[in-house]
């Protein structure tokens, strides 16, 4: 079994920085990425508000250069996901991959967040044939097509206005009157010629052949239903942690956050955790960089008070 100082689950910003941190540390830090190198933000088409980058940059590109940075002080990095871990016997943990099984004195957990579903009847059933979570993988497909935007935050708007390069119109249907996305979006949002509005209202069903053809609406105020013709529905609702292989291991509030104190640390002494696995408020680029370096310098301080 591989032993490893330090083991960082997950690859977003948090990881890549507690990569980073550790790595400078000498700690010789091990980042099972996940299922994608980079997580949420290496599918973000464009990244507006991360300092350092006045002309903006895109997702790829800022990961591939964290990924980089923490590369060039040694972090390692395996493609792999973690299945279950076993903190209940204290440091050394147990970390077990589809293929491996490793030993670690200190972990630090990043596996970040995923989008929420609506829950409704066609969802699942056309997803990757109209039904998108991600306006940068799959807008291309919509060339010249008619797609809805479900949500009203600021992920719902992004997406939506880089959908508006591809589609001939971008409905964001909303369950309530009031966006809320911050200002800047929303005016540009408004001013889009391509990008129209639904208020108070909720999709029902998502109905096709093969492929998405209609959703059914329903005002939410009115209750007023009615079936429309749409080639594609991008869900936009908000995210989940990826906390299920951690279950029991570590204390974790009533929607599967992970809980952290000021310091990073988990309910484990020796098992830290940053980023959206933890953070339900902020899930930013800047805040996730923040956490991880956090993290990072906590557990090498803990490793070397225990030395
Ligand atoms: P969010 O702010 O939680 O917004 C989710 C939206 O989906 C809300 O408008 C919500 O409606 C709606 N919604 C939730 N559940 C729904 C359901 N079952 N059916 C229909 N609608 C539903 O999520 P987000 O837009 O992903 O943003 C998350 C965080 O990331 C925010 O802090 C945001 O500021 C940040 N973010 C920032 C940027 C940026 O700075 N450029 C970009 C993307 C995200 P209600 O409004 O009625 O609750």
Same mark, same amino acid.
Not at 29 to 46: D, S, Y
């Given at each position: 079994? *591989?032993?490893?100082?330090?083991?960082?689950?997950?690859?977003? *910003?948090?990881?890549?920085?507690?990569?980073?941190?550790?790595? /400078?540390?000498?700690?010789?830090?091990?980042?099972?990425?996940?299922?994608?190198?980079?997580?949420?933000?290496?599918? #973000?088409?464009?990244?507006?508000?991360?300092?350092?980058?006045?002309?903006? #940059?895109?997702?790829?590109?800022?990961?591939?250069?964290?990924?980089?940075?923490?590369?060039?002080?040694?972090?390692?990095?395996?493609?792999?996901?973690?299945?279950?871990?076993?903190?209940?016997?204290?440091?050394?943990?147990?970390?077990? #991959?589809?293929?491996?099984?490793?030993?670690?004195?200190?972990?630090?957990?990043?596996?970040?967040?995923?989008?929420?579903?609506?829950?409704?009847?066609?969802?699942?059933?056309?997803? $990757?044939?109209?039904?998108?979570?991600?306006?940068?993988?799959?807008?291309?497909?919509?060339? $010249?097509?008619?797609?809805?935007?479900?949500?009203?935050?600021?992920?719902?708007?992004?997406?939506?206005?880089?959908?508006?390069?591809?589609?001939?119109?971008?409905?964001?249907?909303?369950?309530? =009157?009031?966006?809320?996305?911050?200002?800047?979006?929303?005016?540009?949002?408004?001013?889009?010629?391509?990008?129209?509005?639904?208020?108070?209202?909720?999709?029902? &069903?998502? /109905?096709?052949?093969?492929?998405?053809?209609?959703?059914?609406?329903?005002?939410?105020?009115?209750?007023?239903?009615? &079936?429309?013709?749409? =080639?594609?529905?991008?869900?936009?609702?908000?995210?989940?942690?990826?906390?299920?292989?951690?279950?029991?291991?570590?204390?974790?509030?009533?929607?599967?956050?992970?809980?952290?104190?000021?310091?990073?640390?988990?309910?484990?002494?020796?098992?830290?955790?940053?980023? &959206?696995?933890? =953070?339900?408020?902020?899930?930013?680029?800047?805040?996730?960089?923040?956490?991880?370096?956090?993290?990072?310098?906590?557990?090498?301080?803990?490793?070397?008070? /225990?030395?």
């Amino acid at each position: 079994m *591989p032993k490893e100082k330090v083991i960082i689950i997950g690859s977003g *910003p948090a990881g890549l920085t507690a990569a980073l941190y550790t790595a /400078r540390a000498m700690l010789n830090p091990l980042v099972i990425v996940g299922n994608q190198l980079g997580g949420q933000v290496a599918i #973000t088409h464009e990244v507006e508000n991360y300092p350092g980058f006045p002309e903006g #940059t895109t997702g790829p590109e800022l990961v591939e250069l964290m990924r980089q940075q923490a590369e060039n002080f040694g972090a390692r990095y395996v493609y792999d996901s973690v299945v279950s871990v076993d903190f209940s016997q204290g440091s050394p943990f147990t970390i077990k #991959t589809y293929s491996e099984e490793y030993e670690a004195e200190a972990v630090i957990v990043t596996a970040g967040a995923s989008p929420k579903k609506l829950g409704i009847p066609g969802e699942e059933e056309f997803i $990757g044939r109209g039904v998108s979570y991600c306006g940068t993988c799959d807008g291309f497909f919509f060339r $010249g097509k008619e797609v809805a935007v479900v949500g009203g935050g600021d992920s719902a708007l992004e997406e939506g206005l880089f959908l508006t390069k591809f589609a001939s119109s971008v409905n964001v249907v909303h369950r309530r =009157d009031e966006l809320r996305a911050g200002p800047i979006l929303q005016k540009r949002a408004m001013a889009h010629e391509k990008m129209g509005f639904t208020w108070d209202t909720v999709i029902d &069903e998502i /109905r096709g052949n093969g492929v998405v053809q209609n959703i059914v609406t329903r005002n939410v105020k009115t209750g007023e239903v009615q &079936e429309k013709p749409i =080639d594609g529905v991008f869900i936009f609702i908000g995210h989940y942690p990826n906390s299920d292989f951690l279950h029991g291991q570590l204390a974790m509030d009533e929607e599967g956050y992970v809980i952290t104190d000021e310091l990073m640390r988990t309910s484990v002494p020796g098992v830290f955790a940053a980023g &959206e696995i933890q =953070d339900a408020h902020y899930r930013q680029v800047a805040t996730s960089v923040g956490q991880g370096c956090a993290a990072a310098m906590q557990a090498q301080k803990w490793l070397s008070d /225990r030395e």
